[in-house]
């Protein structure tokens, strides 16, 4: 009565993909991904949009660590069809624009605005023995000092996240840059940047593609593996059936838990945990005009401008126009432009975060459910992760069954 397999893997983003091509890699051939859209990559699929690839999830670039990945990537969409870039991204402060990190470039503004960051950063907590704080927006002041909180990060943050910041933890912020004051004050000094490098200080995107071209030949060569334009309605967490079509002995879940909660067999506890997870929405806006900049991408803080980031893609996209914008759906305003809202963006890092989503796989693991990738885990990590993370799942559970 059910088609039967011995796994399920629900979501054809980059962790579910990754997932079952390395089950494939040891000859397991017993898998089914269920996918809402008709066609697989996730966030980071692209569409053609005035005769160009545009990546639909904001702006998608790859910087890989490991070794492994880049390699399992490769055989997909290999080396040489990738162009490599040295980051430029720019950030709006006023008037005045200098490059990513801030921290890193104060160098480049007015001597007089220098010794007014430099003071404010001398000033700051982490300068001065004081404990770090547990809130984002105080961890905020007491890392970089009121100047900089003021003026960038918590205006940029304000729109990015659109929730009180009081709410986000600081447990994920080893993801920022860590410029020291000893580094700033140096790289003002010297007049170049100095510090740690930031990610994506160079990374690669496809010469002839958009982001999405790596993710729709890994999908394509499984779809006979892939129930496309399938959403998953119900998952029957005693059995392990899906939408009351699909049976599995383990189930991949890589789609957010909040599409669950209308399952069968989850306890009240683990629905509380899971309506405690938050996320946020992107909305990305194409504009057809052209703007004379080498930038690849430029934040903008100023919160009287609706987006945060604006993507010149002509600057890493060969032969194309114009650039797009990133808003908080929350903030975005109406026009005629090509638009797409991407209701799940940003699994949000409130300070209860972490033990609501332990507490939700822990139990959902005594049922043979595992979360897996952004949403499975809810958490910020960026493509390349989200495959080493499907590759290692599946390299544990190989064997298993
Ligand atoms: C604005 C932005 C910029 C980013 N920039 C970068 C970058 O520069 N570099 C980088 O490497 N990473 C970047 N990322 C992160 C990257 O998008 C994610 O790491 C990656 O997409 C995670 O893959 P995933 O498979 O875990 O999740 P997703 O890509 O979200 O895939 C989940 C899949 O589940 C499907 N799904 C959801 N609900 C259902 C349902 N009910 N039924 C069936 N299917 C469902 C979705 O359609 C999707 O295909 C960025 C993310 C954002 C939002």
């Known amino acids: 009565m059910y088609k039967e397999f011995k796994y399920v893997i629900l979501g054809a983003g980059p962790s579910g993909l990754s997932f079952a091509h390395r089950l494939l890699e040891n000859g397991e051939t017993s898998f089914l991904i269920v996918e809402k859209e008709n066609i697989g990559g996730g966030l980071c699929r692209s569409k053609d949009i005035d005769g160009s690839p545009l990546d639909i999830g904001g702006g998608h670039f790859l910087d890989v660590r490991k070794k492994n990945v880049l390699d399992f990537l490769f055989k997909f969409l290999p080396e040489d069809e990738w162009n490599k870039f040295e980051r430029i991204s720019k950030i709006i402060i006023r008037e005045n624009e200098i490059d990513y990190p801030f921290e890193s470039n104060i160098w480049q503004l007015p001597a007089d605005e220098q010794i007014e960051y430099l003071i404010s950063i001398s000033q700051a907590g982490c300068n001065n023995n004081k404990p770090m704080p547990d809130k984002f927006k105080d961890w905020i002041y007491w890392k970089l000092g009121n100047k900089i909180a003021e003026e960038y990060m918590i205006p940029y943050n304000n729109k990015i996240q659109s929730i009180d910041l009081d709410r986000l933890g600081t447990y994920w912020l080893y993801k920022l840059p860590d410029v020291s004051f000893r580094d700033t004050l140096e790289s003002c000094l010297k007049k170049q940047q100095s510090g740690t490098i930031p990610a994506h200080a160079h990374f690669l995107y496809p010469k002839n593609f958009g982001y999405g071209e790596v993710w729709n030949r890994m999908a394509t060569a499984i779809k006979d593996n892939i129930e496309f334009n399938t959403s998953v309605e119900s998952v029957d967490f005693n059995t392990l059936?899906?939408?009351?079509?699909?049976?599995?002995q383990i189930i991949i879940n890589t789609i957010p838990w909040i599409e669950l909660v209308g399952s069968i067999g989850i306890p009240d506890q683990i629905i509380n945990e899971i309506n405690t997870l938050e996320y946020n929405s992107i909305d990305v806006t194409y504009y057809d005009e052209s703007v004379d900049t080498s930038a690849h991408w430029t934040y903008i803080p100023d919160e009287s401008i609706s987006h945060h980031r604006?993507?010149?893609?002509?600057?890493?996209?060969?032969?194309?126009i114009g650039y797009w914008t990133e808003t908080n759906s929350k903030r975005s305003i109406s026009g005629s432009n090509w638009k797409h809202t991407n209701k799940y963006a940003y699994p949000l890092n409130t300070i209860e975060k972490p033990k609501s989503i332990n507490a939700i796989r822990e139990w959902s693991e005594s049922k043979f459910v595992y979360g897996l990738g952004r949403w499975g885990e809810w958490?910020?990590?960026?493509?390349?992760?989200?495959?080493e993370k499907g590759l290692n799942l599946a390299d544990f559970l190989i064997g298993k069954l």
Request: hydrophobic residues 40%; charged residues 20%; glycine residues 0%.
């Open 241 to 248: 059936v899906i939408n009351n079509k699909y049976k599995a």
């Open 310 to 320: 604006i993507l010149y893609r002509k600057n890493f996209c060969a032969n194309s």
């Open 379 to 387: 958490e910020h990590m960026n493509s390349d992760v989200a495959v």
